[in-house]
């Protein structure tokens, strides 16, 4: 089981650092992903970190604002945000996939947690 810890009311330009960690399930095996959706948009995946040795994926609308990473001592997976938009609002979702070294776009997802709320708004 993923579970997601983090989400809240976040100023526009403000941070915010999400969690994503596993009960009886080593992150460490998989390519972790975070999708987001608001409501009435599709989900999308915002990020990803290969379970393999690889570079991380972001989609064009974080890139330079957020960081996806791990620690496998804690069995968690991050994700930091910076510069927070309205746009960066919704529901977060942790998601595990088969692990990779490039965490491709059609991954099929095995895993997904509950999500985290994130507002941006002032």
């Known amino acids: 089981q993923l579970v997601e810890f983090g989400g809240g009311l976040v100023q526009p330009g403000g941070s915010l650092t999400l969690s994503c960690t596993g009960s009886?399930?080593?992150?460490?095996?998989?390519?972790i992903h975070w999708f987001r959706q608001a409501p009435g948009k599709e989900r999308e995946r915002v990020s990803c970190t290969p379970g393999k040795s690889g570079r991380p994926t972001y989609a064009d609308s974080v890139k330079g604002r957020f960081t996806i990473s791990r620690d496998d001592a804690k069995n968690t997976v991050y994700l930091q945000m910076y510069n927070l938009k309205p746009g960066d609002a919704g529901t977060y979702y942790c998601?595990?996939?088969?692990?990779?070294?490039?965490?491709?776009?059609?991954?099929?997802?095995?895993?997904w947690g509950k999500g985290t709320l994130v507002t941006v708004s002032s």
């Open positions: 009886e399930f080593t992150l460490a095996y998989y390519d």
């Open positions: 998601a595990a996939s088969g692990s990779t070294s490039n965490c491709p776009k059609e991954s099929t997802i095995h895993y």
